[in-house]
């Protein structure tokens, strides 16, 4: 089954298609097919919009921030024009009990939330991720940035949701889920295929998956980069779609899929 025109990589068996090219016109295409949406869940984790000439920690060197030419901001309209216009195709591609999280850090995060309410989502949660080990404010001049939201949002008002209750009250010990969750960056093992400037951990993509879909659910990553959501939802036998714009994280993700059955 194909969503879209030519995928560059797809395995029907297990249920996983990529694409690359913008997200906009693919799901305008998606959506000119399943006009009454046709996914249970997405994820997205948009350019962040920092890319602009500040400077930031890594492996304790000063470098500038530059994750690359998709990340730079064309001021604070445009990029609010730009969330609107990605977050309303989400909505029409989703099923109608269909729930879409957001990743971001302050750059964007709030735009994100605010195209949601002007859209007409329900927002669900706002969930604070906590990396316990930030690089440092090299400035001095700021408390070091040690967190990112992930807005969980259903479709409408109207959407009765899916979330397993049960599980996540398992994996907290026997005790409601918080909001405030803990997860380290990528291992070393998730990076073996090659890197991405802004890699999420899979057991944050899993955690997401298991708390929000069935198995079997269909699932689908606009931004795809490595391919994150992609392992995940392999791991946990949910089917995906994703999409990239860069053709070199196509082949990371590619590979990262292909390999998901040894690898994180
Ligand atoms: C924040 S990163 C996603 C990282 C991903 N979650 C991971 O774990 O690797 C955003 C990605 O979106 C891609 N991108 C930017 N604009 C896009 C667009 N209009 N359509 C599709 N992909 C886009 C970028 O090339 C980048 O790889």
Redesign the pocket.
């Known amino acids: 089954m194909l969503y879209a025109a030519d995928p560059v990589w797809e395995d029907a068996d297990r249920g996983v298609w990529l694409y690359q090219?913008?997200?906009?016109s693919?799901m305008d295409r998606i959506a000119e097919r399943y006009p009454e949406g046709v996914f249970d869940m997405i994820?997205a984790?948009?350019?962040?919009f920092l890319s602009n000439g500040g400077i930031t920690c890594h492996a304790g060197k000063m470098v500038s921030v530059n994750?690359?030419e998709?990340?730079k901001s064309r001021g604070p309209e445009e990029n609010h024009n730009?969330n609107r216009e990605?977050l309303a195709r989400c909505q029409k591609v989703l099923k109608p009990n269909g729930t879409i999280w957001v990743?971001?850090t302050a750059h964007v995060i709030h735009s994100v939330g605010f195209a949601m309410q002007q859209l007409g989502f329900k927002l669900l949660n706002d969930i604070t991720w906590v990396k316990p080990n930030p690089p440092p404010n090299l400035s001095c001049r700021y408390f070091t940035h040690a967190t990112e939201t992930i807005i969980w949002a259903a479709k409408s008002e109207k959407s009765r949701h899916c979330f397993d209750y049960k599980l996540m009250r398992q994996m907290a010990g026997g005790k409601q889920m918080k909001s405030v969750w803990e997860f380290l960056p990528?291992r070393r093992a998730e990076k073996v295929f090659g890197k991405?400037?802004?890699?999420?951990?899979v057991a944050l993509?899993e955690r997401i998956v298991h708390a929000s879909t069935k198995p079997d659910d269909l699932v689908l990553?606009?931004?795809?980069?490595?391919?994150?959501?992609a392992v995940a939802c392999i791991r946990a036998a949910r089917r995906f779609v994703g999409?990239?714009?860069?053709p070199a994280?196509v082949s990371?993700?590619t590979r990262r899929v292909e390999e998901s059955h040894v690898l994180a």
Do not use: R
């Open positions: 090219g913008n997200c906009l693919v994820f984790d948009p350019p962040y994750k690359g998709w990340d730009f990605w990743s971001g990528p991405h400037p802004t890699q999420k951990p993509l990553d606009p931004f795809m980069g490595s391919g994150t959501a999409i990239e714009l860069e994280y990371l993700a």
